[in-house]
């Protein structure tokens, strides 16, 4: 089975190469020769992840993965949410997003937050989601150099480290994306 995977993240597709073995043979974008940027301009991390598993779909006709990530504070609604990439503008800076994030949480106690994944499948036309999350709190400082985006600000539920002080693969066991893969990885070997 061939499936394109819709990032431009060489590491994730590898990542993700590895786990799922020879059964599944991952494409990238530009394998198929997509290089233009794929629109999301839904308003929940569902509709986005939908949105571009279907692009690639309807366009290029390969059946396709996508997904979407967010970062949802309790205290702030659930923002940043879909906008996490550029909450703090276009330039889509970590520093900057995490600046915000901690200026608009100054004083506030609940500090409860959750990372969001959803992962859009689309085979035959028929589309399959997959969510994965993980709980935690949000620091009144950054912690830790590993990681990336919110990462140094996040502490996990249970866990004394915040994500940008765990290693990769401890971070992947717990978290959102990992959790999510875990059920597409899943299902696609049962599929198969
Ligand atoms: P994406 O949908 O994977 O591109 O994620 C959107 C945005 O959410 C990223 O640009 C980061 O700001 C944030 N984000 C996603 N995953 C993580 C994570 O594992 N740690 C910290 N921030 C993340």
Redesign the pocket.
Known sequence: MELVFA?N?KH?LEELQAILGNRVKLLSLKDIGCEEEIPEDHPT?EG?ASQKAFFIFNKFGYDCFA?????EIEALNGE?GVY????AGEE?S?EA?IDKVLKKLTKIKNRGAR?R?VISLVVDGLEKQFEGEVEGKILTEKRGAS?????PI?QPKGFSQT?AEMNLTD?NKI???GRAVEKLVLYLKSIE
Request: aromatic fraction near 20%; hydrophobic fraction near 25%.
């Open positions: 990032t993240n994730k991390l986005n997904d979407d990530t967010g970062l940043p996490s990439a550029h909450y889509k970590a997003n990372f994944t990681g990336f985006g919110y990462d996040f994500f971070k978290s959102h994306r």
